[in-house]
């Protein structure tokens, strides 16, 4: 285990609606050292399926874990808050991607969920940059803004947050055929709790990153090289620029090359 024993971690048991995502002025990014985003619609249809399970045992349902580093800035005269996702980036864009599907699907402009949702998704009254609650990585970041920015023709209809969307918007029409309303899903959502995981300044995200990372499925060679050139950057400005402007032309000439 690669940390001191004086570098503990706060662990709290959270509710993944009310306090992670529908917080004003934060926003949660994924560092470029990363994996992109892969789950698909096995991972999503067992989301969905344990919402609906909660709806109807109306019991809270445990979805796992979210570990992140925290530091604030101020912008323009606003408190802001930015999180470093180190592990949950997966289930979070998931049920990111549902509070979408189901935004999308409400017909009613003025609907209260609807409201709410939207509230939960975008920051408002600040630098466009920040607007986006959820910033992913690379592609994924592109596609996410498609989908959070209703820009749906330029989607790419074979990434898997593509895919994930339109997966969870034709399971809430199934739902609606079922009797389950808007009103429910949602309350599903706020069913999902996690524990929240958030790291002092003492705690090295690089290294905990490594430790979440030794167990299940491994890294492959090349991720685990690509994280030991950018871990040891501490300005993930920097790790970004050093990701986009000789990581990514690397692997693009390696990929061409077979």
Request: proline share 2%; with cysteine.
């Amino acid at each position: 285990y690669p940390y001191k024993k004086e570098e503990t971690m706060e662990a709290y048991n959270r509710p993944l609606y009310k306090e992670i995502i529908e917080g004003t002025y934060r926003q949660y990014t994924i560092p470029v050292y990363q994996r992109t985003y892969t789950w698909e619609k096995k991972q999503c249809k067992q989301l969905y399926d344990d919402i609906i399970s909660s709806i109807k045992s109306k019991r809270k349902h445990y979805l796992g874990s979210i570990v992140y580093s925290e530091k604030e800035a101020n912008d323009e005269g606003e408190a802001f808050t930015f999180r470093q996702i180190i592990d949950g980036q997966q289930r979070l864009t998931s049920v990111i991607l549902l509070l979408k599907a189901i935004y999308d699907s409400i017909p009613e402009e003025k609907n209260k969920i609807k409201i709410r949702i939207y509230n939960s998704l975008y920051n408002e009254n600040c630098e466009e940059r920040y607007k986006l609650k959820l910033q992913s990585i690379d592609n994924d970041n592109n596609e996410l803004k498609n989908v959070l920015l209703n820009n749906l023709s330029n989607l790419n209809k074979l990434s898997n947050i593509s895919k994930n969307y339109y997966y969870f918007l034709d399971r809430i029409e199934e739902s609606k055929k079922e009797k389950i309303s808007y009103e429910d899903l949602f309350k599903g959502i706020c069913n999902l709790e996690i524990v929240e995981i958030k790291l002092d300044e003492k705690d090295k995200p690089q290294l905990i990153f490594e430790s979440i990372n030794s167990t299940g499925k491994g890294l492959t060679n090349a991720e685990k090289i690509r994280n030991f050139l950018l871990m040891g950057i501490m300005k993930s400005s920097k790790q970004k620029k050093y990701y986009e402007e000789y990581w990514e032309p690397l692997c693009s000439c390696i990929g061409s090359q077979n």
